[in-house]
């Protein structure tokens, strides 16, 4: 049972590149989120989803867009990279209601 | 002025102490959180709370609604208790998460 896997696990990109990151869990969840983690800003929502087909923006949207064609997949897309969004990026997965299963986290950097 | 406010941002225990982490929020939740994360980032659910009390091994975890704070304790504390733990609540379909405390447990 792998739980939550994120891919890839570091990347470093250019500005203006373009990636997606990969989020699969294999536990049936409905809802799953990305997060990113920035020091001294502490964990930040960027968009989640509440079931396959649908996505919802969090706190910090901006820059980034989701798709979740899949339930047991939540892919996150950079368009342009930009190095404000030098992060380390989460993902998790719940039931509606319940504890959050998390990645291990993707560090990227933009330069 | 955060949504969620965590203390004390850095707590330093000598094993074996009763720890406790405060968690205050100024939004309507319908849920909150408390994770821990570990020095190498991994990050840990340890609790969802709606209201009451949770308690898991030695950790315990306390919800007041209506005077919008959360606890989460820590009895019979040890060095691998050492992480930094995060208030998170779910509020108006959006998340927010506390700064963190850093606790160090010495041996």
């Known amino acids: 049972n792998a739980g939550v896997t994120q891919t890839p696990k570091f990347r470093v990109l250019k500005t203006g590149q373009s990636m997606t990151l990969l989020c699969a869990q294999d536990?049936?969840?409905?809802?799953m989120y990305w997060y990113r983690q920035d020091p001294g800003m502490g964990l930040r929502l960027i968009h989640y989803?509440?079931?396959?087909?649908?996505?919802a923006k969090g706190e910090v949207p901006d820059g980034y867009n989701v798709s979740r064609l899949k339930k047991q997949n939540f892919l996150l897309g950079l368009e342009s990279a930009a190095p404000s969004q030098t992060s380390v990026y989460f993902c998790a997965s719940s039931y509606v209601g319940t504890a959050l299963h998390f990645g291990d986290g993707t560090r990227l950097s933009i330069l | 002025k955060n949504e969620v406010e965590q203390s004390p941002q850095n707590l330093t225990a000598q094993e074996g102490e009763f720890i406790t982490i405060n968690c205050s929020y100024s939004v309507g939740i319908s849920a909150l959180h408390w994770l821990q994360q570990h020095p190498g980032g991994g990050i840990v659910s340890l609790f969802m709370l709606s209201s009451g009390k949770k308690k898991h091994g030695r950790l315990i975890a306390t919800i007041n609604i209506q005077e919008k704070h959360s606890s989460l304790h820590i009895t019979a504390s040890h060095p691998r208790d050492s992480a930094v733990y995060i208030c998170?609540?779910?509020?108006?379909?959006?998340?927010?998460f506390g700064a963190g405390t850093r606790l160090t447990v010495k041996p």
């Open positions: 536990m049936n969840h409905e809802y």
């Open positions: 998170a609540v779910w509020a108006n379909n959006d998340m927010r």
């Open positions: 989803s509440v079931g396959e087909g649908t996505t």
